[in-house]
């Protein structure tokens, strides 16, 4: 048993993934006013549980999408890709961060999460 943790490859620090985020789910019962806040808290909570880092950063696209139907019209489902990359900042907290982009996509049937190889 010992053996098999010896001979295991290390994880890569750094990582593409695409997950879609059913956000209905997320935002039942909140707020017509604090819909899309809440929206992208949730977003940020999810990538932090889903790449292990604090520090999350949201890219201006996916909060314009979030926002795009108003405050308490937050769309369904959203595909975002989560990349997780090394802080240049050597002062920094964390040595990594994840950054959060929109993946645009027509349909939600049959979507799985995938990790994007570079």
Do not use: C
Not at 34 to 55: C, G, L, N, V, Y
Not at 64 to 74: A, L, T
Not at 80 to 96: G, I, M, P
Request: charged share 35%; hydrophobic share 35%; aromatic share 6%.
């Amino acid at each position: 048993m010992s053996d098999d943790r010896a001979n295991r490859a290390p994880k890569a620090d750094i990582v593409t993934r695409e997950f879609s985020i059913h956000m209905s789910k997320r935002l039942y019962g909140v707020t017509f006013k604090k819909r899309a806040p809440r929206a992208i808290r949730e977003i940020k909570q999810f990538a932090a549980k889903a790449m292990k880092t604090s520090d999350v950063r949201i890219d201006s696209s996916l909060n314009k999408f979030v926002w795009s139907q108003g405050v308490k019209n937050v769309p369904t489902r959203v595909r975002v890709r989560l990349s997780r990359k090394r802080n240049e900042d050597e002062d920094a907290k964390e040595k990594l961060y994840t950054v959060v982009t929109h993946v645009d996509v027509k349909d939600f049937k049959g979507l799985q999460n995938e990790t994007i190889e570079d």
